[in-house]
């Protein structure tokens, strides 16, 4: 007895095939790339909602509204208490020099700390000529804290345009209005002395045994010192070197009392070869005793 043929019976060449096809395959694929799925689970996200929010700000309006939003926020928590600066505090200057640091920087208190630039006061301050260093801070309390570190004057320039304090690497201090205001400190004068401060201090430290006969030191032509004695004495030193020609001619004189005999210079420029310059009256005293000598003849 052969089988009956169901009417929705299939063969089994006419099954369907579970596998998806190539197209949906492929799709599947592409989706589990890293890019892709990265790309829709943020990209896709925030194009939305970039494209939502310039829309939004499209209209004037809205960025006004939006931006004093923003501007009362940020002033509510700038202008809190807490964050008020309502006095400076100078300390490390003397009167004068804390009177100018307040010139410099006319802040209008109280203030927001947020609205000080530290870095830009500190700049301006150090800017003055008086100051050497400083700090700028906030303290607690409201008080913009100022440490100032003066220049120590060492020296006194004497120029065309007057007197100045110059601090050890010869920075201008400040102006000087008599050289009895500051009797203590050495003097120097001419074109670029103040450029060759470190070497005049040397000089001055050298020449400690004249005592209160020097005067000063000339810069002449802003390439060499004089030493400038009591009396018009001068003691011309060279370029190069001038420490150790001011101290040869300091041992020749403790041993053979040279400056205090009656010499108007003596001349180091040329280190092997000394000039001594004596003054018109001895010259004078010469050659009258010369005079007299050749007659008794």
Same mark, same amino acid.
């Given at each position: 007895?052969?089988?009956?043929? !169901?009417?929705?019976?299939?063969?089994?060449?006419?099954?369907?095939? =579970?596998?998806?096809?190539? &197209?949906?395959?492929? +799709?599947?694929?592409?989706? &589990?790339?890293? !890019?892709? @799925?990265?790309?829709?689970?943020? !990209?896709? =996200?925030?194009? &939305?909602?970039?494209?939502?929010?310039?829309?939004?700000?499209?209209?004037?309006?809205?960025?006004?509204?939006?931006? *004093? +939003?923003?501007?009362?926020?940020?002033?509510?928590?700038?202008?809190?208490?807490?964050?008020?600066?309502?006095?400076?505090?100078?300390?490390?200057?003397?009167?004068?020099?804390?009177?100018?640091?307040?010139?410099?920087?006319?802040?209008?208190?109280?203030?927001?700390?947020?609205?000080?630039?530290?870095?830009?006061?500190?700049?301006?301050?150090?800017?003055?000529?008086? %100051?050497?260093?400083?700090?700028?801070?906030?303290?607690?309390?409201?008080?913009?804290?100022?440490?100032?570190?003066?220049?120590?004057?060492?020296?006194?320039?004497?120029? @065309?345009?007057?007197?100045?304090?110059?601090?050890?690497?010869?920075?201008? %201090?400040?102006?000087? *209005?008599?050289?009895?205001?500051? =009797?203590?400190?050495? +003097?120097?004068? *001419?074109?670029?002395?103040? *450029?060759?401060?470190?070497?005049?201090?040397?000089?001055?430290? #050298?020449?400690?045994?004249?005592? #209160?006969?020097?005067?000063?030191? %000339?810069?002449?032509?802003?390439?060499?010192?004089?030493?400038?004695?009591?009396?018009?004495?001068?003691?011309?030193? =060279?370029?190069?070197?001038?420490?150790?020609? &001011?101290?040869?001619?300091?041992? %020749?004189?403790?041993?053979?009392?040279?400056?205090?005999?009656?010499?108007?210079?003596?001349?180091?420029?040329?280190?092997?070869?000394?000039?001594?310059?004596?003054?018109?009256?001895?010259?004078?005293?010469?050659?009258?005793?010369?005079? +007299?000598? !050749?007659?008794?003849?």
């Amino acid at each position: 007895m052969q089988p009956l043929k !169901g009417r929705f019976r299939r063969e089994p060449s006419e099954r369907a095939d =579970p596998a998806p096809s190539r &197209l949906k395959y492929r +799709l599947q694929r592409w989706m &589990l790339t890293p !890019g892709i @799925r990265f790309g829709l689970r943020f !990209g896709v =996200p925030f194009c &939305l909602i970039f494209a939502a929010g310039s829309a939004y700000l499209a209209d004037e309006a809205r960025r006004d509204a939006l931006r *004093g +939003l923003v501007n009362d926020a940020r002033a509510a928590i700038e202008e809190r208490p807490e964050f008020m600066v309502n006095v400076m505090a100078v300390d490390g200057a003397g009167t004068s020099v804390a009177q100018d640091i307040r010139e410099v920087m006319p802040l209008d208190f109280p203030v927001s700390s947020f609205d000080l630039d530290l870095q830009q006061i500190r700049d301006v301050i150090t800017g003055l000529d008086p %100051v050497k260093s400083a700090s700028v801070r906030i303290r607690p309390g409201g008080i913009l804290q100022v440490d100032v570190e003066e220049r120590e004057p060492a020296l006194i320039w004497r120029s @065309r345009e007057g007197l100045a304090l110059l601090d050890e690497n010869g920075i201008h %201090v400040a102006e000087l *209005g008599h050289r009895s205001l500051h =009797p203590d400190l050495p +003097l120097i004068a *001419g074109a670029g002395a103040d *450029g060759e401060a470190v070497e005049a201090l040397r000089l001055f430290a #050298a020449a400690r045994p004249l005592g #209160a006969r020097l005067r000063g030191l %000339v810069r002449v032509g802003e390439r060499r010192w004089d030493v400038v004695l009591d009396r018009k004495q001068r003691i011309m030193l =060279p370029a190069d070197n001038p420490v150790p020609a &001011l101290e040869r001619v300091l041992a %020749v004189s403790e041993v053979q009392d040279l400056l205090e005999r009656d010499v108007a210079a003596v001349d180091m420029r040329l280190a092997g070869r000394p000039t001594i310059r004596m003054t018109e009256n001895s010259v004078e005293n010469w050659w009258r005793i010369r005079q +007299l000598n !050749g007659g008794g003849q």
